[in-house]
């Protein structure tokens, strides 16, 4: 007793939160959707660091980037583990994607690959005209079918992570076989991992049950799951493989490793599956947001498009060699990327080590979660944050542009979003055609549009309806002209 009387006197304080109860702490605290706004309200009452206590698990939120910045990226070596997810992670077999993959040496040798991919500029000119070609080929199928929006972002962002990871042209018409594959795997990512779908996730013991004992039936499923996760990794691996050996592989992420020859094929291949994973739902959140933020704002639209007819004409579709001459529209997609947040909480860091900031401690294994989405709407960073307002990030007279939103939305310090060169890349192409040549307005049948997001861990805005036509029969005929590839 004395013994613990001593070393609780030792240990400080969590931080701040909510009253705990007896056992199960702050579970029904625990907000089941949105997550980011309870977290949000947590953080004005009880300061920009909270803590909850879920099942005897700490939680740590994070709501400014300042503490962010201090624990995350200042303590990135200590801040950059990955907390285990028994049913998705081990059970399924995610654990061998980059996401779960616990901070050490295999996590290191990702980062490296990865960095080694995006850091390579004659690559990523490659993709750059890979890009531009396939976001040519997606104007022309939203002018065809408008009101497939929705379903054109999917297939079209799709396209481009599996040409960019594997060189895989999608088919152009009717299913395509590795686009349904990834698609089922990744709902059934979901299904795993969704904090209280299956018990074994909270109490990981029950995975050495025996499977006949009721209540283990997570078992059968787990080995579905893992099965779809297999043939998505290995199926465009061994296509890869096959053209290289025929010598007609298309340049890409896993041809580049695998090429190298001094990466080890097994993670080259794991590699390639968790830019996949990571890069095929992200960017459509953001593509689709711009959309709707243009429905809404028609003169933050005409301003943009004026920019762009001044730099570009009307002979041609932009490129990213104008990127530097559009800084309207650039803050405009700036202004997208802050006012939709795609990954509002991020993803949880594991604490690695016993550690105290600011005079609260952060057990060992205790988990903790940048609120990016409060990072973005705060009013102590932007002015009337829930305003769609691109000026925020144009200088003027006795007034500096806002904090560049890039600086948040891809989490933080070792763990910071691999794709983000690519995203960036792929959303700023896209918004940039798309103004171009696409009037955006409310739908005509007066159908309201909210401002509504979806909750989870990636965020999309709510459907909603929107007429798109091209802006005039030039635009038209840029449309139809025929894709330089
Ligand atoms: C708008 C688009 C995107 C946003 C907002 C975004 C945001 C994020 C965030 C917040 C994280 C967690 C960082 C942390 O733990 O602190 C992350 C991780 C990750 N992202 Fe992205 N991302 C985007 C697009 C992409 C793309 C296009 C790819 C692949 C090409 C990608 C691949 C990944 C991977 C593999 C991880 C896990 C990294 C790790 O655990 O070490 N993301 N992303």
Known sequence: LVYRLVTRR?????????????????LLDMPSEKPWIKFAEWGDTYGDITSINVMGQQITILNSMNVAVELLDKRSAICSDRPRVTMAGELVGWNQNLGLTPYGGRFRRFRR?????????????DFQSFEEAETHRFLKRVVSTPEDLQHHIDRFSGSIILRICYGYDVKEDGEDPFVSLGSTAMA???LASAPGGFVVNSVPALRHLPSWI?????????????G???????????WVKKRMAAGTAEQSLLHYLLERKEEDEYEAKWLALSMYAGGSHTTVSSIYAFFKAMALH??????????????VGDGRLPGFSDKKDL?????LISEVHRWHTVVPTGLPHRVMEDDVYNGWFLPKGSIVLA???KMTHDPRTYKNPMLFNPERFLASEGKDPELDPSELIFGFGRRICPGRVLAEASVWITIVMALAVFDISRHPDGEGIDVDVTTGTVSLPTRFKCSIKPRSAKAAQLIQAEVRA
């Open 298 to 311: 028609p003169e933050v639209m005409a301003k943009a498009q004026k920019e762009i007819d001044s730099v």
């Open 228 to 238: 779809t996760l297999e043939r998505m990794v290995q199926e465009p691996f061994d």
């Open 214 to 226: 009721p209540g283990t039936s997570f078992r059968a499923l787990a080995k579905v799951y893992k």
């Open 113 to 125: 690959m990865a960095h080694s991919v995006f850091g390579n500029r004659q690559l990523m000119m």
């Open 188 to 190: 059934q990512f979901s």
């Open 327 to 331: 800084p309207y529209t650039n803050a």
């Open 371 to 373: 609120n990016i989405w």
């Open 10 to 26: 030792r240990t400080p304080p969590p931080p701040p939160g909510p009253r705990r109860l007896p056992f199960i702490g702050n």
